[in-house]
């Protein structure tokens, strides 16, 4: 399989504890994001790297979250002191904007957090 | 602000009949609108991808339209079958201008369209 692919699918956490997820994005792509969605909503952006480096940080994405993508392949996603509020799909996605008129965008399955 | 605002929120069919699913936005500027399809517990799909210079593409049984003018977007979908039981996400994308933008898309909150036997 030579798409986006996430790891854990599904984690069920207490409050406060610490989460890491991971994303391992198309092999060619340099652009990496990450998004966040709750139930009924679409997503929404929280981060974006093109190759190591981390270009923007959504308002959204508070300081108990971090992302980082250390070789420019892989990333990863950690919440630190996780609240009720965290609760979401988090979705990564994946470009090669290239000489392409438009930057699409592949999504990864996701993963789903519950915190209790 | 830029906003992307779908109708209806929800809708019901009966296998084989068409229906349409509406998306106004307000981003600006504007450089292509998307619709895409999301599964229950998945990541969404791309369905169709349209350039301000498009007003219709089809994709199967899924055809998209695009009014830049009125900034208005639908897809319709012919023939339903139960797998087209899904969340329909409208997704607008401002102009991306290589490191200074970002690209990120600004995403509807969707359609769930149930369609029943």
């Known amino acids: 399989d030579t798409g986006v692919s996430q790891d854990p699918r599904h984690k069920i956490t207490k409050r406060g504890q610490n989460v890491t997820f991971r994303c391992d994005p198309i092999?060619?792509?340099?652009?990496l994001y990450w998004y966040r969605q709750t139930l009924g909503q679409g997503p929404e952006f929280l981060t974006y790297?093109?190759?190591?480096?981390?270009?923007?940080k959504s308002r959204l994405l508070s300081d108990r979250f971090s992302a980082e993508r250390p070789k420019g392949s892989f990333s990863t996603l950690e919440i630190q002191r996780t609240e009720q509020g965290d609760s979401a799909m988090y979705l990564c996605?994946?470009?090669?904007?290239?000489?392409?008129?438009?930057?699409?965008?592949?999504f990864g399955p996701g993963t789903r957090l519950t915190v209790l | 602000k830029n906003q992307v605002e779908q109708s209806p929120q929800s809708l019901i069919i009966l296998e084989g009949k068409n229906c349409t699913l509406q998306?106004?936005?307000?981003?600006?500027?504007?450089?292509?609108l998307r619709w895409y399809k999301q599964d229950t517990g998945r990541g969404p799909v791309s369905l169709t991808i349209?350039?301000?210079?498009?007003n219709t593409k089809s994709n199967g049984r899924y055809t998209a339209t695009l009014d830049a003018d009125t900034k208005q977007s639908s897809l319709h979908i012919t023939a339903s079958q139960l797998s087209d039981s899904a969340s329909y996400i409208c997704?607008?994308?401002?102009?991306?201008?290589?490191?200074?933008?970002?690209?990120?898309?600004?995403f509807g909150q969707g359609t769930t369209l149930q369609v029943k036997p």
């Open positions: 996605a994946s470009s090669f904007p290239g000489l392409a008129e438009y930057n699409e965008q592949f």
């Open positions: 092999s060619e792509h340099n652009r």
């Open positions: 790297f093109q190759n190591e480096a981390q270009l923007e």
């Open positions: 998306c106004n936005y307000t981003v600006s500027p504007f450089s292509n």
């Open positions: 349209m350039t301000f210079s498009e």
């Open positions: 997704v607008v994308g401002g102009v991306d201008h290589g490191s200074s933008n970002t690209g990120k898309l600004i």
